[in-house]
Structures are given as structure tokens and as C-alpha cells.
């Protein structure tokens, strides 16, 4: 029976796939052989040597270790465009907030309490205040045209008419082919913010990089541009970002990432980080993320995982060995002579890397036994060996 331990209140639809015959499922695991998280950090956790898998009800991996569990053999899995829709509502919400002042004009009224009678004069005479241009017919720039951003892209050109340019030099076939014919495509990041009125990001954040909206890009903007941020808070920098709303040269900013420094600051429009916020989201992350921890736990499947290769293979009546091991030359034919050695058969074998990972998986003709697998474990540059019995 595999242990999973739950870092956060996660949905009960992972029942569904992770079944009590199989699964022990608790909050509480002080040795689990997996963690379902969704929120909760992750950072300067001691881990169990058995751990095998992290699977992140969520797109965003900062809160867990990344690097550290690559080292010690553990896969990470997210769940990328299982909340999709409920972030791509909220930034279609963010256009209409950032370019009429909605929010503006509904603290105001708050300050009207009392009033009485005088309360349609006043929001006559006090409405001109909070003026604010349509989007119809402007200009969109989405840069990252993943499960999110092409949402977006799609709802800004059929919905409500603008002009959308994209840029992502990294784009999916499967997000190309998804994209409408309307949206444009720019060939570099300098293009998309010279012609944007409204600007929105969806793309990760690289820490070696930096934001990507800083004083430079700002100032390659139009002026009164519209920024909106639901990606990751450390794609702006907040210090240039609040000189651009006080100078004028940003219109507003609209985010799912409240920062102190912007908090009161006038157009800025801070929501507390409800991108994922539904019921259907939470349920999707839910259920797309036990799924990637069964097919690992139970046939070596890695599919969405932030730090192994992709490992896909037919079948689960095989006698399979799964090997992590590091990214480095003669690994594969000292796993192959170890088990040559046994007189056994390799009836399939699939290798495949991802930086300094790789994966290596074998489907033999006899069950090895466990000093074969003792052998392998000893190899230099082996991480971890899994195996799986056919039945």
C-alpha cells in the first residue's frame, strides 16, 4: 500500500483515482511514498529516503525544493492548464477593473453611506472621476500563449473585439494550434510592448533572469499602457511599476500578487491572489495531480513533471526497472552489461534526459532479482531504481 500525505485540504476527488485498497491518504504521514501539496512551502522539509513523488495541485512549483529532490530521485508533478479557465475569467475581469476604475468608483461610494436622499446627485455630479476607455478595438498584448494565455488571447479577440498580438518564442503545437487565426504574432518582446495599450503576462518566472517588467521594458511602452500581472509577482519590479502609476506612464496595474509597496497606490488594483479560486479549478488541479502519482507509483508513467523527462510506455504486464540516474555518457551500457550479465533479455528500453537528470526505463523477458537490482543501485551516477513486476 503506497502512503500519501496531503499538505494542504485537497479535494476528495483524488479518491477517485487513488482508491483505498491501494492508498493510505493522510495529513499526517511521517514516512508517506508521496505529498499531494497545493499551497503550503515545502522549503527546508526533511524528506524520507522512501519518498518517490511531489505532485502540486497548481501550476507554480516555488514552493517546493525543485532542485533538492532532483538530487535525491524525486519526481515533481504540476498540474499545468488544470486551472486555466478560472484564471483566464479573472484576467478578462482584470481588463474591465484596470481600464474603467470600477474598483475606484466602488470604494467611493462606500464614503456615500449616510447621504441619504443626496446620493443620486452625488454619484451624477462624482461618476466623471472614475471615466475609463472601452477595450473594444485596442490593442492586447499576451506574452506566453501556454493553457492561460491562449485562453485569454481567444476570449480578447472573440469577446471583445481587440486586436491581440502573442509572443512566446516557446509555444506548444498543441497552444498554436488552439490559438485563433485573429491573434497576431510578434517575433520579439521589445515588439509587443511597443504596440500594446493593454499588456498581460502569462510565463514563469525565472529567478536568473529577473522581472521582466522593469524601468527598461516600461520605457519601450506606450504611454498609459495597462499592465496586468496573473502569472507570478516577481515578474515586475514593483519599484518601477509604482513610478510608471505615478508618473502616468502606466494607466494601471492589475494583479493576483498584492505587494506592500503598492498597496493605496492610485490605479493600482491589487486582488489577493484568487486566479484559481473555483470550486471546478480546485477539483481539476485535484484530480489531473493524483493521476500523475498513480501512473508513477504504479507503472514508472512520468507525465507533467518539472524536473524528469517525459516517460511514456504502453502497457503494465512487463517485468519493468526504472532507473534516475545522472545525464552522464556510458550509464546506459553499464545498466545494460549489469543486466546482460544475468543472461536476461532487454525486450524494450527507453532513455530520455533532462538537464543534469535522465531516465532510463527496461522491459526484460525475467523478473530480476534483487541483487540484479542491488548492482544497478550501486552503479556510479545512480539515483534511484524502481522496479515493476509483470503479474
Known amino acids: 500500500m503506497y502512503k500519501i500525505q496531503t499538505l494542504n485540504e485537497i479535494s476528495d476527488v483524488i479518491h477517485q483515482s487513488l482508491n483505498a485498497e491501494k492508498y493510505l491518504i493522510a495529513r499526517e504521514e511521517p514516512v508517506p511514498d508521496a505529498i499531494l501539496v497545493r499551497s503550503a512551502s515545502m522549503q527546508g522539509m526533511n524528506f524520507p529516503d522512501n519518498l518517490l513523488a511531489i505532485a502540486r495541485a497548481g501550476a507554480g512549483t516555488n514552493n517546493i525544493p525543485v532542485d533538492e529532490c532532483s538530487r535525491h530521485g524525486v519526481v515533481v508533478f504540476n498540474t499545468p492548464g488544470a486551472n486555466a479557465n478560472a ?61 492561460i494565455g491562449a485562453v485569454v488571447a481567444n476570449t480578447a479577440v472573440q469577446g471583445f473585439g481587440m486586436e491581440v498580438l502573442g509572443y512566446d518564442p516557446f509555444i506548444s503545437v498543441e497552444s498554436a494550434w488552439s490559438l485563433s487565426r485573429s491573434v497576431k504574432r510578434c517575433n520579439s518582446r521589445d ?100 493521476y500523475e502519482l498513480r501512473d508513477y507509483l504504479e507503472f514508472g508513467l512520468i507525465r507533467n513533471s518539472v524536473n524528469f523527462p517525459e516517460i511514456i510506455v504502453e502497457g503494465g504486464d512487463e517485468n519493468r526497472v526504472l532507473v534516475i540516474h545522472e545525464n552522464v555518457p556510458s550509464m546506459v551500457s553499464a545498466i545494460s552489461a549489469a543486466i546482460g550479465a544475468r543472461h536476461i533479455n532487454i525486450d524494450n528500453m527507453q532513455n530520455k534526459s533532462r538537464k543534469e537528470i535522465a531516465v532510463t526505463v527496461l522491459e526484460l523477458d525475467d523478473h530480476p532479482d534483487e541483487k540484479l537490482i542491488g548492482e544497478i543501485r550501486a552503479l556510479p551516477g545512480v539515483i534511484r531504481v524502481r522496479t515493476f513486476n509483470a503479474d
Open 87 to 147: 484564471v483566464a475569467e479573472l484576467v478578462a475581469c482584470a481588463l474591465m477593473l484596470g481600464s474603467r476604475d470600477v474598483t475606484g468608483g466602488v470604494q467611493w461610494v462606500q464614503t456615500l453611506k449616510g447621504k441619504g436622499e443626496e446620493i443620486p446627485k452625488l454619484v451624477e455630479k462624482g461618476k466623471s472621476q472614475f471615466v475609463g476607455p472601452e477595450v473594444r478595438g485596442k490593442v492586447l498584448g499576451v506574452v506566453g500563449l501556454g493553457a
Open 191 to 290: 515588439e509587443i510592448l511597443a504596440e500594446a495599450d493593454y499588456l498581460t503576462l502569462h510565463v514563469p518566472y525565472n529567478e536568473k533572469d529577473g522581472p521582466m517588467i522593469n524601468a527598461a521594458a516600461i520605457a519601450k511602452m506606450k504611454k498609459g499602457v495597462h499592465l496586468l500581472n496573473f502569472s507570478r509577482g516577481e515578474l515586475v519590479d514593483t519599484a518601477a511599476v509604482k513610478a510608471a502609476l505615478e508618473s502616468g506612464k502606466l494607466a494601471s496595474y492589475v494583479t493576483d500578487f498584492p505587494a506592500d509597496e503598492l498597496i493605496g497606490v492610485k490605479n493600482a488594483v491589487l486582488i489577493p491572489h484568487l486566479g484559481a479560486s473555483t470550486p471546478e479549478s480546485e477539483e481539476n488541479c485535484a484530480r489531473m495531480a493524483a
